[in-house]
T-cell receptor, first 117, second 111 residues
Framework: EAGVAQSPRYKIIEKRQSVAFWCNPI?????LYWYQQILGQGPKLLIQ????????DSQLPKDRFSAERLKGVDSTLKIQPAKLEDSAVYLC???????????????FGEGSRLTVL | GESVGLHLPTLSVQEGDNSIINCAYS??????FIWYKQESGKGPQFIID?????DKRQGQRVTVLLNKTVKHLSLQIAATQPGDSAVYFC??????????FGAGTRLFVKA
């Protein structure tokens, strides 16, 4: 079974430029997540999709970050304009929605490392 | 508020010894907990999970203990191996299917 695919793996940009990250979740997984992981910290949830609808985006800095999941499969996360503090690894994860009150196991991609100069 | 934290940022153990990684959580409404392992340059990988109606769950060389009274979670790794060296995160599932991660503990295994 193919895992979660992310691209690019690495990106270096200057502040105020824009960047986009792409994610392809595991086939059949309805729930997709974008996490931001700053060096030395745990992943922080930015946005969560259920199919192509947003479940939670309370931690997404909406003045500069946007995300979409067209057709309930692939997703893109965009940052415009980037700030120095956006330097981090952006992790995409997916999960199968199960019955009950929790998401179950999250499957992560290898992440996209962003450096903002 | 929602927060998941770890008592120790780093843990160093001798190969073959048992490791215990601790975690405190603050949301008493959380009903599902997961431990993840993250190796350098990779995304977190699921190790073991436990529901709030259990206090212990065992896997292969790993055991998770849950104490809801004091809101504490621990991961025990038996016979720690060099391949276990990584950062370990506990995560809690809060209402609304939201998974919150703690800060992580880095485990060093000395040969």
């Amino acid at each position: 079974e193919a895992g979660v695919a992310q691209s690019p793996r690495y990106k270096i940009i200057e502040k105020r430029q824009s960047v986009a990250f792409w994610c392809n979740p595991i086939s059949g997984h309805a729930t997709l997540y974008w996490y931001q992981q700053i060096l030395g910290q745990g992943p922080k949830l930015l946005i969560q999709f259920q199919n192509n609808g947003v479940v939670d985006d309370s931690q997404l800095p909406k003045d500069r970050f946007s995300a979409e999941r067209l057709k309930g499969v692939d997703s893109t996360l965009k940052i415009q304009p980037a700030k120095l503090e956006d330097s981090a690894v952006y992790l995409c994860a997916s999960s199968q929605r199960r019955g009950g009150s929790h998401t179950g196991e999250l499957f992560f991609g290898e992440g996209s490392r962003l450096t903002v100069l | 508020g929602e927060s998941v934290g770890l008592h120790l940022p780093t843990l160093s153990v001798q190969e073959g010894d048992n490791s215990i990684i601790n975690c405190a959580y603050s949301n008493s409404a959380s009903d599902y907990f997961i431990w993840y392992k993250q190796e350098s340059g990779k995304g977190p990988q699921f190790i073991i999970d436990i529901r709030s109606n259990m206090d212990k769950r065992q896997g292969q060389r790993v055991t998770v203990l849950l104490n809801k009274t004091v809101k504490h979670l621990s991961l025990q790794i038996a016979a720690t191996q060099p391949g276990d060296s990584a950062v370990y995160f506990c995560a809690e599932n809060t209402g609304g299917f939201k998974t919150i991660f703690g800060a992580g503990t880095r485990l060093f295994v000395k040969a």
